[in-house]
């Protein structure tokens, strides 16, 4: 486990989960994350490569500083889609004012992404609020 790395245990089954958003359920346990309002729900982080598991089992969240690979739900841009947060689904769409900033895009492939494409993000986790 590296720094920017903790390990949780599953709630619901997130074997197939790389790369989507989680939020905390209790005190020892994540599963995927359905809002990005910001006080709505805590996320936590992204399933790291590798590290989702079934139900009870470890999960290793990819926490603030790591650098990873996330997953796209819906189209984005390079450079006018900087800032993530989730979909209703843990995956990345676009942030906007009220949203939880979960990820930043980072890699240097591909102007664009489509839904499902995965992308690579330094995990983030701060409020978004519009520049006025």
Same mark, same amino acid.
């Given at each position: 486990?590296? +720094?920017?790395?903790?390990?949780? /245990?599953?709630? @619901?089954? /997130?074997?197939?989960?790389?790369?989507?958003?989680?939020?905390?359920?209790?005190?020892?346990?994540?599963?995927?994350?359905?809002?990005?309002?910001?006080?709505?729900?805590?996320?936590?982080?992204?399933? +790291?490569?590798?590290?989702?598991?079934?139900?009870?089992?470890?999960?290793?969240?990819?926490?603030?500083?790591?650098?990873?690979?996330?997953?796209?739900?819906? !189209?984005?841009?390079?450079?006018?889609?900087?800032?993530?947060? !989730?979909?209703?689904?843990?995956?990345?769409?676009? +942030?906007?004012? @009220?949203? !939880?900033?979960?990820?930043?895009?980072?890699?240097?492939?591909? +102007?664009?992404?489509?839904? @499902?494409? $995965?992308?690579?993000?330094?995990?983030?986790? $701060?409020? $978004?609020? /519009?520049?006025?």
């Amino acid at each position: 486990m590296s +720094a920017h790395t903790r390990t949780y /245990l599953a709630s @619901g089954d /997130l074997s197939t989960k790389e790369g989507y958003v989680v939020k905390m359920s209790n005190a020892s346990a994540v599963l995927l994350a359905t809002d990005g309002t910001i006080g709505t729900e805590d996320l936590v982080g992204i399933v +790291a490569q590798g590290g989702g598991n079934t139900n009870g089992l470890p999960v290793t969240v990819a926490m603030a500083g790591a650098v990873t690979r996330g997953i796209a739900g819906g !189209t984005l841009t390079r450079g006018t889609h900087r800032y993530l947060t !989730t979909d209703g689904n843990g995956k990345l769409v676009a +942030a906007v004012a @009220g949203k !939880t900033v979960i990820a930043e895009w980072i890699g240097q492939a591909g +102007a664009s992404a489509a839904s @499902g494409d $995965f992308i690579e993000i330094q995990v983030t986790n $701060f409020p $978004f609020v /519009l520049d006025t």
